[in-house]
């Protein structure tokens, strides 16, 4: 069964350093969202993004985030000078149709020093 | 700002028995109402949903209901399993495939 792939599981980096997150959604998915989870924390969206193109984003989603889907197959998202508060699993999501169905990938754990 | 919320943040069940999870929301402009599992370790995971036109709908051995007067959602999960072991959210959103805004989450026990 297809899965939404994510790598690194867990990324530890120091405060004002540079991250990517990778993400390989299904590959006949069309939609691509970005959530993350602070620990003991709900799931927040930060952005989505349809037809390589940011359909939405979040407060959170600000001048620091970037995402870009490069080769038709990876979707990543790019911390550019993280902070102690970014510390959070990401959660990559795709889906094949505008659905509620959202396939979400096993997450990667980002720790900022 | 508007929110989704959940009641319970454990709840223990007997394997075989019924389980029911609750939450609560607020943006009375939500027109679609869902339901996610993550299990340990993994992402969350899609179970049901239900649009705001609707009271109940029905899955396999899960059943959601939508109560707008009162602004409450359900799960319930008949016949519960060891598998069904999880972290249950509620989530909200205006529009379908927008994006999804997560209550805080219920865990649910099952104990064998």
């Known amino acids: 069964e297809p899965e939404v792939t994510q790598t690194p599981s867990h990324q530890v980096t120091q405060m004002g350093q540079e991250v990517i997150l990778r993400c390989v959604p299904i590959s006949n998915h069309l939609y691509f969202y970005w959530y993350r989870q602070i620990l003991g924390q709900k799931v927040e969206f930060l952005v989505s993004f349809y037809n390589n193109e940011i359909s939405e984003k979040s407060e959170i989603f600000d001048d620091q985030f970037s995402v870009e889907r490069p080769d038709g197959s990876n979707f990543t998202l790019k911390i550019r000078s993280t902070k102690l508060e970014d510390s959070a699993m990401y959660f990559c999501?795709?889906?094949?149709?505008?659905?509620?169905?959202?396939?979400f990938g096993p997450g990667t754990r980002l720790t900022v020093l | 700002g508007e929110s989704v919320g959940l009641h319970l943040p454990t709840l223990s069940v007997q394997e075989g028995d019924n389980s029911i999870i609750n939450c609560a929301y607020s943006n009375s402009a939500s027109d679609y109402f869902i339901w996610y599992k993550q299990e340990s370790g993994k992402g969350p995971q899609f179970i049901i949903d239900?649009?705001?036109?609707?009271d109940k709908r029905q899955g396999q051995r899960v059943t959601v209901l939508l109560n707008k007067t009162v602004k409450h959602l359900s799960l319930q999960i008949a016949a519960t399993q060891p598998g069904d072991s999880a972290v249950y959210f509620c989530?909200?959103?205006?529009?379908?495939?927008?994006?999804?805004?997560f209550g805080g989450g219920t865990r649910v026990l099952v104990k064998p």
């Open positions: 239900i649009r705001s036109n609707m």
């Open positions: 989530a909200e959103t205006q529009t379908a495939g927008n994006k999804l805004t």
């Open positions: 999501a795709s889906s094949p149709t505008r659905s509620n169905e959202q396939f």
